[in-house]
């Protein structure tokens, strides 16, 4: 059985020491609490690695953190949003996008954004922190100097950060042919104000050769879309790169917390915040009061350690660690090409030998993250210290021992207290639904006749570790259903199976999971009028949807006849993509793109196929493509021939279908269904045709006269992947070629 949670500690910002927090988790966790990931990507970049990025030694991959992956490994939950703020009255972590996240610990490692002070830098100049956002705009960048056949590259603050960049730009660009002029301004009278003169000798000569030219006491005070300006000084420029001082984000000191004049937030030698002990931070966001240091990537890395055990310690109520930053850390500056400087103190080492020992240490720290393995069959269940459960022995013993009759549902307050703060949709027709107390929902369905009335249930368990996502996803997959019949969804019931868990968990991830769902619902003007909650070892939540239809609307699978077009609206490989990723075996980014199209709705694709005279309609899910269209073609003795060059597949699915790996209906699937394959080269390509989908596609037939004007209509509703990829035949039997 799944240890019960009671605690929650929450890490905002994917840093880099939260990842080793995570990391070090995966190895020795505690018993009864859970530990949470906020990142707006799921990716981190390591900042060390961040010029040789953007000279073109390393890759994206070779940069950057997986932090869905490290923490699908880790078991840590991950929730890919933004934060605007905390609230420190209720614990709670303000989502842009979402409802509030709920903590009990809180640890804050987000990293610093540019200081937007100087007018026009916000709309004009491209801050080099965060680091993730600058790397998708110096991807735009080199796109449009490739394209403008060069351009004048403005570098604003020359710190360590602009000259690395500089120079790694200059590299880049000489790299690929072509040609810019790169200048690089700052408010000191030289480069690197804090270094020895030895180590700015080294990078002067390096810039130099280069031929940067550089603009000394130059403090910007405006940028233009074609100039940076300062007093007395004018720098003409296509591109404007802001290296200067970073800030924490506004939100940080709005919330309440204590923060320096810098609004860096202020902390205890425990790493704690010295006004709100159960909020921790590391990183650039914050400043140690009794030892304050420079902002560098080092020290967040030697904080990573202390921060794990202070966080566990918080949770357990014992003594927390002390954590000294050391006075003196080694830098290491590149130099464009495989070329570096290393500097400690007064002293300094350059040439290609230092930059390779510098890659050494870069590659050995990102092996400890992105070189991940299933972690082994879990150990024996450790017990739960009464801190964090804040019950006896004997009541955990109780709860432990919950019945699975009437008892295995979840409490009556809890229930009570999420419903109440649930958004319902009203519908003229429901007469009693879930804000009401009685046994069973009522509806008045004489005023709506002579539509027909559609019902469909459906229910999975937890795919993704955000239950505001799953919820979302469970309602949109139960909803296809009647999309794919051409009815309109009326209203639903719930049938949620909550894990065990403490009452403050067990009622914070419901709420999070029926708001998910219920915004779903909403958005369809579908309205929730009741359902049924249980308890279990894992969650899962499912949909009884009631829907409406005019009789001759009403698309039913099985009206084919030979020569219909078959249109699939949604690519294919949801199920070996979240194989893979439990098995550590997928790229986030694929991820996020299929979930980007799983979370589209199937409605507005079901009215298109309404208006263009659609014969026939099913939607994509368990049984996978093979099993549906079968479905169609039962009884019929009619076949269909698809184009496999024209099968829409998500992003990495081919790979992890060539890699066998495949969800565990995949036998079931391809047992159910004869397909035969022309060409055994496009096998493992074939394969996806049995896979399973959560939030599949539409399969819709149309004369083929209708079908170009068809996947027109559906692409310019925004759903790209629409393809044409079969024709009903006569002859009977499934065939790909």
Not at 75 to 95: H, T
Not at 141 to 161: F, T
Not at 186 to 209: E, K
């Amino acid at each position: 059985m799944q240890t019960p949670n009671y605690i929650d500690i929450v890490l905002i910002g994917g840093g880099h020491a939260h990842a080793q927090v995570i990391k070090m988790w995966a190895m020795n966790s505690v018993p009864g609490v859970r530990l949470s990931l906020i990142n707006p990507s799921s990716y981190t970049p390591y900042s060390g690695m961040l010029p040789g990025l953007i000279a073109g030694h390393y890759n994206f991959e070779q940069t950057h953190i997986d932090l869905r992956k490290l923490c699908q490994f880790a078991g840590v939950r991950f929730i890919k949003a933004s934060v605007s703020g905390i609230n420190r009255d209720n614990k709670s972590i303000q989502l842009d996008e979402q409802p509030d996240i709920h903590a009990d610990i809180i640890s804050i490692n987000s990293g610093i954004v540019p200081d937007q002070q100087i007018k026009g830098a916000q709309k004009f100049a491209i801050g080099v922190k965060p680091i993730a956002r600058f790397h998708q705009k110096w991807l735009q960048l080199l796109q449009d100097l490739e394209q403008e056949k060069g351009g004048k590259i403005s570098i604003v603050g020359a710190g360590i950060a602009g000259v690395e960049l500089s120079l790694a730009i200059d590299f880049r660009l000489k790299q690929l042919g072509l040609e810019a002029d790169i200048q690089l301004a700052f408010a000191h009278a030289d480069i690197l104000p804090n270094t020895s003169n030895s180590v700015r000798t080294h990078c002067r000569q390096a810039l130099n050769t280069a031929g940067i030219k550089l603009h000394s006491n130059f403090v910007a005070t405006e940028f233009t879309a074609s100039q940076v300006l300062s007093k007395g000084n004018i720098l003409h420029s296509d591109f404007h790169i802001l290296c200067t001082q970073a800030t924490p984000p506004s939100w940080v000191a709005d919330s309440g917390i204590d923060c320096d004049e810098q609004g860096f937030i202020q902390l205890n030698d425990q790493l704690q915040s010295i006004n709100t002990p159960w909020l921790f931070a590391a990183g650039d966001i914050a400043q140690q009061i009794q030892h304050p240091r420079p902002q560098a990537g080092v020290f967040a890395v030697r904080q990573g350690p202390v921060l794990f055990k202070n966080l566990c310690h918080f949770a357990l109520g014992k003594k927390l660690k002390q954590h000294r930053p050391q006075l003196e850390f080694l830098k290491i500056i590149t130099l464009g090409d495989k070329y570096a400087v290393a500097t400690r103190g007064s002293k300094a080492l350059a040439g290609k030998w230092v930059w390779h020992w510098k890659n050494r240490i870069d590659q050995k720290f990102m092996t400890m993250f992105n070189q991940l393995k299933p972690m082994p069959s879990p150990a024996p269940t450790k017990k739960i210290s009464p801190i964090v459960s804040g019950l006896s022995s004997k009541a955990m013993q109780q709860q432990a021992m919950r019945c699975g009759g009437c008892g295995a549902k979840v409490g009556g307050s809890i229930l009570s207290r999420v419903i109440a703060q649930l958004k319902i949709t009203p519908q003229d027709s429901v007469l009693l639904g879930v804000h009401n107390s009685d046994d069973a929902a009522v509806l008045e369905l004489n005023n709506i006749q002579p539509q027909l009335f559609l019902q469909s249930v459906d229910n999975f368990k937890g795919l993704v570790s955000d239950p505001y996502q799953q919820g979302q996803l469970a309602a949109l997959h139960a909803l296809s259903d009647i999309y794919a019949m051409g009815g309109k969804a009326h209203s639903a019931q719930a049938l949620v199976n909550m894990p065990y868990a403490g009452d403050a968990i067990t009622e914070r991830d419901l709420l999070l999971l029926m708001q998910g769902a219920n915004q779903a619902l909403r958005e369809h003007q579908c309205q929730l009028i009741g359902g049924h909650s249980s308890e279990g070892t894992e969650l899962s939540l499912g949909f009884c949807i009631n829907g409406l239809i005019k009789p001759d609307q009403l698309l039913k699978k099985n009206q084919l006849v030979a020569g219909l077009h078959l249109v699939l609206t949604k690519p294919l490989g949801s199920g070996v993509l979240f194989a893979g990723h439990s098995q550590l075996k997928t790229q986030s980014r694929h991820i996020d793109s299929a979930l980007q199209s799983m979370l589209q709705s199937n409605q507005q694709a079901a009215d298109i196929a309404q208006q263009f005279k659609a014969s026939a309609c099913t939607d994509i899910t368990g049984f996978g493509l093979a099993g549906h269209l079968q479905e169609m073609l039962k009884g019929s003795g009619l076949g269909a021939d698809i184009n496999l060059a024209q099968l829409p597949t998500y992003p990495g699915a081919k790979q992890c279908s060539k890699d066998n790996i495949h969800s565990s209906l995949f036998e079931q699937n391809k047992k159910l269904v004869d397909v035969t394959v022309t060409g055994s080269s496009k096998q493992a390509q074939a394969n996806l045709v049995y896979d399973p989908q959560t939030c599949g596609g539409l399969l819709i037939a149309v004369n083929s006269e209708r079908v170009d004007d068809l996947l027109q209509a559906l692409h310019s509703a925004g759903y790209p992947y629409s393809r044409d990829i079969a024709v009903v035949n006569a002859n009977g039997g499934i065939r790909l070629h």
